[in-house]
């Protein structure tokens, strides 16, 4: 049975997300990282419930692999559609969004990121409570 003790550890081989990009909390393991010869980025992501990151668009498509859990994922002029484990979304390039946990259970995902050569992440505001809560 699942501790469901709100104690919140690092995971296995994981690292803090950037605070200011995310409400709540996240954790990010790097798959793989860019060099010359890899135009692609892949982060293994884990939220807590209720952690998402900010509003962002990226220059060119990213790839989320939902790996565990129940999630959000939102653009722009559209309903928040919930995530779940096996669910691709192919986000397109400049496509305002963003993506995490939802309220009641902890949440992941792989983000592979293609042409990074273009840059990986433009980072917008916080997604409010008031966004966050209007899951319908
Ligand atoms: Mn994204």
Known sequence: ?????NIQTTPEGFGPVLAQYFT???WL????????????????VRFEPGARNNWHTHPSNQILIVTNGVGYYQEEG?????IKVGDVVNVLPGVKHWHGASPDSRFAHYAIDINTEKGV??????????????FK
């Open 29 to 44: 393991k790097m798959l793989v990282t860019p060099d010359e010869n890899t135009n692609c980025n892949i982060g293994d």
């Open 121 to 134: 992440v433009n980072w917008l505001e916080p997604v409010t409570d008031e966004q966050y809560n209007n």
């Open 78 to 82: 559209s309903p928040i559609r919930e």
């Open 24 to 26: 709540g909390t996240a």
């Open 1 to 5: 049975m699942e501790n469901t003790e």
